[in-house]
């Protein structure tokens, strides 16, 4: 099978159940936020030092996936049924928070703001965190013209929550510090 189509030379690309739309369009936004997301996510899997956050980053991944076709998804128009898509595993949030629990229990108290800095786990961990709430905006607009998923918004903004912290943790595991912000 070929990788290339040819169908979306002229700007617009197919939504997952029928319809096509501009590439620029909201909803091709944030799926394609989330997948750049997920990419990231890869290259942090590779360079954080605990295993345990590595496997996470993983089930991580296959989380996004799912919240990626969901958000991939053309909305019913009448004539086209909408298709199955997977769960957005909504479960995971409070899942997430003992995990962003527990890492906190190993570090120090935040008296400051801290800039992205220290390993190259810690730093990677501050993009995903960034483009986790690039992403998150990107489904606030298009939620403003479509209906999106109840759990989407959550999950996201709790994962923001977690590369924070796990950026963190990944410093304070390899003996770094966290740099604190200096408004000097």
Known sequence: ?????KTGDDGNTGLFGGGRVPKSHLRVDAYGT??????FIGLAAKSVVDKTTKNRLHTIQHDLFALGAVLATAQSDGVRKKPETPDIPSSRIAEMETWIDAATGELDELKNFIIPDGTQGAIILHICRTLCRRAERAVVALSLSEEIEEGILPYLNR????????ARLDNHQSGEQDVPWNND
Do not use: G, P, R
């Not at 989330?34 to 990419?39: F, G, H, R």
């Not at 994962?159 to 796990?166: K, M, T």
């Open 1 to 5: 099978m070929k990788i290339y189509t």
């Open 34 to 39: 989330v997948d750049e997301l997920n990419s």
């Open 159 to 166: 994962l923001s929550d977690l590369f924070f912290i796990w």
